[in-house]
């Protein structure tokens, strides 16, 4: 399965997850719910990626101890992410 990203049309990742998410320290404390979803700001050489932790095997992937670029994690209720994402073809 691919993973889902966000992208907003009218502002950057950045803001939008600023504006509609709320930081977590960790992705130990990123949860699955019907309200909200954890999303990772993960940081790579030229640009930035938001990606939806929809699924338990797709918060593992973005969690990988492995993967040693810099990341923060958000809190975003999933209306939101429905609205600048395509969330809706992977639930």
Known sequence: MS???I???TESKEEFL???GKQIPDESYATISEDALPVCLVYNEQFTAAAIAFS???LARFSNGRDQRAKLWYMVPRE???EVSD???FL
């Open 3 to 5: 993973s889902c990203y």
């Open 7 to 9: 992208n907003p049309e």
């Open 18 to 20: 600023l504006r509609e």
């Open 56 to 58: 338990l095997s797709e």
């Open 80 to 82: 939101k992410l429905l």
């Open 87 to 89: 969330l809706k073809h």
